[in-house]
């Protein structure tokens, strides 16, 4: 196990070493998560979420992204692998993927709180149009620390919140994941890149724990 502190790349650019679909670990990846020139790619949905192999708490993870036309994914951590839980986004909160153009998620929820870059559906942008059109390569940064997060895009911050207590709480009690059993309950969790049925790719993955 790396020590904290140091990086550890979660994607060596040729193989899905270190992932697997949720909810089937040890099986075979579906075929259409592919690598393609140095990224995790999506090339049709019905695959499943991609998720980590290993579970993080506190940490501090780096990415790439590129979308699709009118495509969506997202990036969804402290995923909690459970079958009672059908989907990763029962448990784990997400940094939204899209194109804000021509995906129809951009105008709906609240004040732009399904735009890229988002916590999905819980809050807006603190900087809003920091995300690239689609067919360009996003930078991400997700900081999780000391029951507080940060998420960047673009090298400009996106969300600020705190992951548990009464901020929270309302935060979830005022979105669609209002009532939900394990919804944003897990302090440690899997890292999921999500299937939303469009194409997406993910590359320059690294993550280290704090």
Known sequence: MPKKGKWETLFDGKTLTGWHIYLKAGQPISEKWTVDDGAIHLAAGGAGDLVTDKEYGDFELELEWKIAEAGNSGIIYHVHEDPKFKATYQTGPEMQVLDN??????????????????????????????????????????????????????????????????????????????????????????????DHGNKVWYRNIRIREL
């Open 101 to 194: 153009e021509r995906h129809p998620d951009a105008k709906q929820g609240r004040d732009g709180n399904r735009t890229a870059g988002a916590l999905y559906d819980l809050q807006k942008p603190v900087t809003p149009g920091a995300a690239k059109p689609a067919g360009e390569w996003n930078k991400a940064k997700l900081v999780i620390k000391g029951g507080k997060a940060e998420q960047y895009l673009n090298g400009k911050k996106t969300a600020e919140y705190p992951t548990s207590g009464p901020e929270w709480d309302k935060m979830v009690s005022e979105s669609k994941f209002k009532g939900w059993e394990g919804f944003g309950k897990y302090s440690t969790g899997h890292i999921a890149l999500q």
